[in-house]
């Protein structure tokens, strides 16, 4: 918490809607790779009103540089038509509903959650599991089962705060390759096996 004060999304956003479709469209890609076509996308489509209506081809077209453009343009039409018929043009704010939303899952749910609403949630992606394993704060592999050991180690206040941070520093220090475990302030308490302390 104190090395990482600020941690947040790096995904430029205004409101929930945008940070939910920001999210999907940053699967395998980067965050400054999404955020030089969203503001393009949400002047043109502000509302999930006018993105379920779009024509995909124009919306292909916008969010071609993020990759995958076919299947992005199909997730957030798709999920700018569930958010439209199901829940009024509002996205849901709580877990449960969000999920039920095509192209959403529990990680880009979480990440909603936590980051637009600040509402207790923990989303695990990879670096959040390399961490937490090395770290052993779980045994688990399974991503919801990685959660739910987050969830019984921190006080419900801390959760939203958890992931952004683990991730920054599953970048910038427990990387997946060579971890610059010379340089980590976890150093002495961590039973990983492969440190690489020089
Ligand atoms: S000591 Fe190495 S493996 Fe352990 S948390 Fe730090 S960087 Fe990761």
């Known amino acids: 918490m104190r090395r990482y004060p600020d941690a947040g999304t790096a995904l430029e956003y205004d409101d929930p809607w945008q940070l939910l479709v920001a999210t999907v469209l940053s699967a395998q890609t980067t965050d400054e790779n ?8 949400f002047a043109k489509w502000p509302s999930a009103a006018d993105l379920a209506a779009a024509d995909p081809e124009e919306v292909e077209a916008v969010v071609y540089s993020t990759g995958f453009y076919r299947q992005k ?13 199901r829940f009024g043009g509002e996205v849901p704010d709580d877990l449960d509903r969000l999920v039920t939303l095509r192209g959403v899952g529990r990680k880009t749910a979480s990440v909603v959650l936590a980051e637009a609403w600040n509402r207790p949630a923990i989303a695990v992606d990879t670096h959040v599991k390399r961490v937490s394993r090395r770290l052993e704060l779980t045994s688990e592999t399974d991503p919801r089962r990685i959660e739910g050991d987050l969830r019984a180690l921190f006080p419900e206040a801390r959760w939203a705060g958890i992931s952004m941070r683990v991730i920054q520093f599953g970048r910038d ?9 010379w340089d980590c302030i976890l150093e002495d308490l961590c039973p990983y096996p492969y440190k690489t302390v020089e």
Do not use: F, H, K
Not at 34 to 41: A, E, F, K, S
Not at 173 to 181: D, E, G, I, S
């Open 173 to 181: 220090t427990c990387m997946a390759r060579r971890p610059r475990c």
């Open 34 to 41: 999404v955020n030089r076509v969203t503001p393009i996308l």
């Open 73 to 85: 343009t199909a997730a957030i039409v798709a999920l700018s038509v569930d958010v439209l018929e």
